[in-house]
């Protein structure tokens, strides 16, 4: 085959094209009705991801970092109180705790399935833990039946990461299932454009069960504010614009066909590096589907800057989802003493050979043997 134009590690403009007509028209009557803030298609957005998600209360938001924030703002947390989360995630998981004046308290994740180990939260709760942020990274769920559980018994708030697995399903060992982010006190989402459910621009949301901490969490997002003008907390501005849930309600109802279509597309990654030794393909765990955000190889024994810029000259890209553990960040020296660096190997090791190819709703199979066969032939 032929070098293909254009390889992308997503691609946007071909998933636009196929839904073009729906979403051109749902943008130009937004615009008719001039509702650019708080339009009528925030609320049916909302309502519509509530009811996809089996969740009571999803409140839009400005992006998944916002989300975040305004969860742990919700929480009532105190200054100095610990939030755990892992070491080896996206930087806006953590930097909203330590924005709050909140302790991260950093931990080791699985090397198996990236996610954070349960081993390592149980041993870093201390009397002041008041949160643990498990992500499900890369669209896998974390272990959340164990989480939940010692979350429970220590009067810890769970508050889910799931910029990266929107529409993700966990299956609990009775029998069960959830959607990624409704088993927590409060799941945060981004529609960041490349997220499994993304939007034009920036978006996030919440999701909760509790109804209380949904009123709150509306109040703070907007000026703390419940009766116009009375303003009852400290809050912040943060919203998701009226285009954006427009899209996002049309995009809602291929979520499950794309989510569908980057399985299908891992699943023939797996067969074609089945017999290399060299690439260790995605673990599937038992307690969740995939819905591959990322498609994330462990390389063993290979020189990965070598094979990045190799794949480059054949016009492949590939991306280091996350080159440097968050504990080794200049932004985390305050929050990190300084041996700790050995309590983090997995994170450490993974940051040092994993390596994510082209994975996205439009791929097709030609441009994957592509993909594959060159891989293949660098290592
Ligand atoms: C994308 C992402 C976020 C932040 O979302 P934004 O909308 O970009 O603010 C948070 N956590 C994880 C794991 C992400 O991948």
């Keep these: 085959m032929s070098i293909p134009t254009n390889l992308q590690m997503v691609d946007l403009k071909g998933q636009y094209l196929k839904i073009k007509p729906e979403v051109d028209a749902a943008i130009q009557e937004v615009i008719d009705q001039t509702a650019f803030i708080k339009g009528k298609q925030v609320g049916q ?86 949160a643990i942020i498990p992500v499900h990274l890369f669209g896998q769920c974390a272990n959340m039946e164990a989480i939940i559980d010692i979350a429970n018994e220590h009067g810890i708030a769970v508050v889910e990461d799931v910029a990266q697995a929107t529409g993700a399903t966990y299956y609990f060992s009775n029998g069960e299932s959830a959607k990624a982010g409704t088993m927590g006190t409060i799941g945060c989402t981004s529609f960041f454009p490349s997220k499994n459910l993304g939007c034009f621009g920036d978006g996030g949301a919440l999701f909760t069960n509790d109804d209380r901490l949904a009123e709150e969490i509306r109040s703070i997002a907007n000026h703390g504010m419940r009766i116009r003008y009375h303003h ?102 305050p929050y990190v003493d300084s041996d700790t660096a050995k309590e983090y190997p997995n994170s450490i090791m993974l940051s040092e050979i994993v390596l994510s190819l082209p994975i996205h709703t439009e791929l097709t199979q030609e441009v994957q043997h592509y993909i594959a066969e060159n891989v293949l032939s660098l290592l």
């Design 45 to 130: 957005f909302e309502r519509e991801l509530a009811t996809f998600l089996g969740v009571k209360h999803v409140i839009g938001c400005a992006n998944g970092t916002d989300a975040l924030q305004l969860a742990l703002m919700a929480l009532g947390l105190k200054p100095g109180d610990e939030v755990i989360a892992p070491d080896f995630t996206f930087i806006a998981t953590v930097e909203v705790v330590a924005l709050l004046g909140l302790k991260p308290v950093l931990v080791d994740v699985n090397l198996d399935d990236f996610t954070i180990s349960v081993d390592a939260f149980r041993k870093a709760i201390t009397p002041i833990t008041k």
């Design 232 to 333: 009852d907390s400290i809050g912040v501005n943060s919203r998701l614009d009226t285009i954006q849930a427009a899209i996002l309600s049309i995009k809602l109802k291929h979520l499950d066909a794309y989510n569908l279509a980057r399985q299908e597309a891992a699943m023939l990654y797996d067969s074609l590096f089945r017999e290399c030794k060299k690439i260790i393909v995605p673990q599937r765990v038992n307690w969740s589907n995939h819905i591959f955000h990322q498609y994330t190889l462990r390389l063993v024994d290979i020189e990965r800057k070598h094979l990045i810029e190799k794949l480059k000259e054949k016009g492949i890209p590939a991306m280091v989802y996350y080159p440097i553990p968050l504990h080794k960040q200049k932004a985390f020296e």
